[in-house]
């Protein structure tokens, strides 16, 4: 399937990955709508500070993920769709994770029950990475074992799960992209690139982290939204699960000092034990094995850890952009 002049839904537009993809997918010819969470704000999330060039190209769609109505009404008459609509902060799960399952798991069965009765060309479900846990071997297939370590993970992989089941029960044309820890501009501060770059930048003399040692597998957005598309538009990745990542690992404790070493600022790093996750729910080490996706789509990551953290300093940098971030959020 070709994406070009195709309407193609994208839910989670407002989201960090989401917003780039929509941008991506205009420049890759799609007609895009963006389905947007509903809100009394009027605001499109990240969607507001794309270009007016881009946006003209774009519908959007205001409506809530958990609503069916909504995303049949979203989903008509598109071609394909790509779901990314999610809660994602793993704290918030500890406390919260009826949220989750009504957000994660409710909200993907609507999708595709409804892409199912629209008899849509292509599904795109996104997982993550979290799904897996601590890896139990290296580099992490597709085949590696699922773990839910947080409510939020726990979420994903009902979600993965439901996907699967409409690929054998009902042939839907689904593929479950599976990216390994996208990082980049218009990321939550609560993710960990941001979070030490917003302290950093800040001129804060000490950067306060939760555990150092972990590993982490980054990919870059602009890498994470190429391969989206090629994935949707790879026939043989249909009913598969494909992973999304760029096949080297870093520890968080390493990934400060070279975010420090790019940016050229100094500052000490403090573990804070309010942003330690459950002994039992963190994940320590996460490596990926990228082979799948670059057989079948021919994908493969086009930035380096450093020149993608070049890229996100200097978004961050500009202070119009870091205005809303607070610097007391939890990872």
Known sequence: MQLRGKRVVVTGADGFIGSHLTETLVAHGARVTAFCYYNSFNSRGWLDTVSEDTMRDVEVFMGDIRDPNGVRTALKDADAVMHLAALIGIPFSYHSPDSYVETNVRGTLNVLQAARDLE???????????????????????????????????????????????????????????????????QSARAVIPTIITQLLSGAEEIHLGSLHPTRDLTYVTDSAAGFIALAECDEAVGRDVNLGVGEEISVGDLAELIMDVAG????????????????????????????????????????????????????????????YRLDYTV
Request: hydrophobic share 35%; net charge positive.
């Open 265 to 324: 600022r100094r500052a000490r790093i403090v573990t804070a034990d309010e942003r330690l996750r459950p002994e039992k729910s963190e994940v320590e080490r996460l490596l990926s094995d990228n082979s799948l996706a670059r057989t079948l789509s021919g994908w493969a990551p086009a930035q380096s850890l450093r020149s993608g953290l070049e890229q996100t300093i200097a978004w961050f940098s500009n202070p119009a952009n870091r205005a809303g």
């Open 120 to 186: 849509l060309e292509r599904v795109i479900v996104t997982s993550t990475s979290e799904v897996y846990g601590t890896a139990q071997y290296v580099p992490i297939d597709e085949k590696h074992p699922r773990q839910g370590q947080s409510p939020y993970s726990a979420s994903k992989i009902g979600a993965d799960a439901m996907a699967e089941s409409f690929y054998r029960s009902f042939d839907l044309p689904v593929t479950t992209v599976r990216p390994f820890n996208t990082y980049g501009p218009r």
